[in-house]
């Protein structure tokens, strides 16, 4: 089922018009438009005219959705027509969220290809890769669900040094084609501000590249200086909106504000003109539906452009151990929901996703809503001692990222306009 469908206005009659799609013609009411005649092209939900828009776009749309497969709209409830409906008109409330949780055969594979179509008609069919540097596993945080918790002292610890990083920096943009870089470490002092900033500068003066920080708790005098220096995002999660949960899973944190500490650095961030990529955890024990339609409520009002989620992986040697990991169908489901709610964002499969059914979670992932993909290029003598949780997903698959790190002037111009506003 596809909601988002370009037709084309054949007859008006009054408040209704009919409209001439590929699937056939239908009538719907266009109440909600203005000055629509025939000849126009109108986005329409099953009922509704919704848009407005030039037969260049509605031509380029139906080219995109071309042989795209979509469910039969008879199979599924009204409730559910309805909620698909009003996430093209208004921010879903929490219940809806809630109630596309909770869906199951036709109507989550209807919820999966809604996101997909919303995904191809806000972002097309390019795929963004970010490389993803992990370059030291040291930690100050205890947090009770990382294996890079600073408890954990079964792990062997690294620091990539700064002309370590700059060198794989150079290499993922230089040599292979990366545009989008994610340097993450735990929170790790041992790296002045002063060697974070001269890492972000080093790496800008040698590649033309955007390079998002994800480097945890830090002062905001920190995170301005590595602004001015060149950064242009931040990778940094708020694990869980639910305050209570998040105080159970960071307690020695909570002490020090924890969680107001956490949502204040991401709006300081955002005043700063980072670009912010954060999200939740999804599975983390004691977490409900509500605090995950929560979450994604919390993202939206963030103003996030990249959603940062996956599922939880419970690790060694860390007090989650032997809690159950997050759900895979559930993590697909918060893709979905995530990209009606933020139609434009950069939505990746993330590591964790892959770890846990590494066969057919980027394509499912990809097929649900999401537009992009994190490869791993630390290098391979430190990457297994990054372990955040148990048998990391390192994946690269050499066609996507031939096909994906699409070179050339175009696709620098494209990631340009989209990122203007953070550079
Ligand atoms: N399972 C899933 N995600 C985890 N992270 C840390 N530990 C785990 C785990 N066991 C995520 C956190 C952190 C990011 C770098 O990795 O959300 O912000």
Redesign the pocket.
Known sequence: MCLTIPGKVIKIKQKNALLKTPNGVRQINIGLLSRVKVGDWLLATTDFAVKKIKTKDAEEILELLAGQKFTETKNVSPKFKQILQNAQIKNLTKEEIIYLFRTEGQEKEALFSEADAVRKENLKDFICLHAIIEFSNYCTNN?F???LRRDNKTIARYRMSVPEIVKVADEAVNTIGYKMLVL?SGVDKWYTDEMLVDIVKRIKARSRCFIFM?VGERSIDCYKKMKEAGANGVLF?F?TSNQKLYEKLHPEDSLKGGFKNRLHLLQEMKKMGYYISSGP?IGLPGQTAEDLADDILMMKKLGVGMVSM??????DN?PLALEPHGDVEFSLKMIAVSRLVIPKARIPVTT?LETLDPQNARKRGLQSGANSLMFNLTPAKYRNKYK??PNKFHGRDKDLEDFALYKGKESWEMLTREFKKYI
């Open positions: 947090c669900y990382c294996g993450q994800s999660r694990e955890i996956g599922p939880f992986v419970p690790c860390t964790a955040i949780y």
